[in-house]
């Protein structure tokens, strides 16, 4: 049975849950402020480069603030009622160097209540180039982090003189998190997993669609609880996130080639 949270009346009129952690599941571990570092590999076009494009590695400085909606969302139909919970998130990113703005951000995490562990969530990202993502997923508990490999290599190939190209293509972008958390006790790891080839899909601005076009969309969050020696504990918050840019080669041809950019972030819960 459905109930009001904290004892308030549902102004959507949507159907009442028990309580806000029930409403917004895994999802209500990641409420509040974090902060952290991050890195960031993206290849892209560049007519002023004689390659044709440009590779960009940066580190950078975050700042992600969650902040949960009070009540839950009614999705109707002419049977029962979906509710949803919804996670409001922004995101700022500083170039680690001078402390420049890189990326602004902002978007929802929704947890479909009802729905089985692995169908259950969902991403909704703006992002201020001209590209909204949508993201469905699921999620899981473990003790332990498993980070896949991350190659940002174009197309998955061999970084070495790919496609005539020379630029030193890191293809272990996963190191970054892992070393983040070495020597670290790890007691408990809530992962999320996003995929817009899941049912979602990316929609972009017409000069990306004719440049750089967007495919696909694809994020793990793991949530981590780790242990002090001490016996206190802390959360912290880990993610991987791998977007397809897709270009030209820079033999002048129209064959595109899919590019990873790869953002890999550790914060923590301030």
């Given at each position: 049975m459905l109930k009001n949270i904290k004892g308030k009346k549902n102004p959507r009129?949507?159907?009442?849950?028990?309580?806000?952690?029930?409403?917004?599941?895994?999802?209500?571990?990641?409420?509040?402020?974090?902060?952290?570092?991050?890195?960031?590999?993206?290849a892209l076009p560049d007519k002023d480069n004689p390659n044709?494009?440009?590779?960009?590695?940066?580190?950078?400085?975050?700042?992600?603030?969650f902040t949960p909606m009070q009540s839950p969302v009614p999705n109707r139909s002419k049977g029962p009622t979906q509710h949803i919970g919804a996670l409001l998130y922004e995101q700022?990113?500083?170039?680690?160097e001078d402390f420049s703005t890189m990326h602004e951000e902002n978007g929802m995490f929704l947890n479909r209540v009802g729905n089985a562990p692995e169908d259950s969530m969902a991403r909704q990202a703006?992002?201020?180039?001209?590209?909204?993502a949508l993201s469905l997923g699921g999620w899981f508990k473990v003790e332990q982090p498993q980070f896949d490999i991350l190659n940002s290599a174009p197309d998955g190939q061999p970084a070495d003189a790919m496609l005539g190209y020379s630029d030193p293509f890191p293809t272990n972008v996963q190191e970054k998190l892992q070393e983040a958390i070495s020597?670290?006790?790890?007691?408990?790891?809530?992962?999320?997993?996003?995929?817009?080839?899941k049912g979602g899909g990316v929609l972009s601005i017409p000069f990306i669609n004719a440049n750089a076009p967007t495919p696909d969309f694809k994020s793990t969050f793991w949530?981590?609880?780790?242990?002090?020696?001490?016996?206190?504990?802390?959360?912290?918050?880990?993610?991987?996130?791998?977007?397809?840019i897709?270009?030209?080669?820079?033999?002048?041809?129209?064959?595109?080639?899919?590019?990873?950019?790869?953002?890999?972030?550790?914060?923590?819960k301030g």
């Open positions: 009129l949507g159907g009442e849950i028990d309580s806000l952690q029930e409403l917004l599941g895994p999802l209500s571990e990641l409420s509040g402020s974090w902060a952290g570092k991050g890195f960031n590999v993206v044709h494009f440009v590779l960009l590695q940066n580190p950078y400085i975050e700042t992600l603030v700022k990113v500083l170039d680690a703006s992002i201020p180039h001209g590209n909204v020597g670290q006790k790890i007691i408990e790891t809530t992962v999320i997993q996003f995929d817009s080839t949530i981590e609880k780790v242990q002090n020696d001490d016996g206190s504990t802390f959360m912290q918050l880990q993610y991987a996130q791998v977007t397809t897709k270009f030209t080669k820079k033999d002048g041809s129209n064959e595109l080639i899919s590019w990873p950019h790869i953002d890999v972030a550790t914060l923590r």
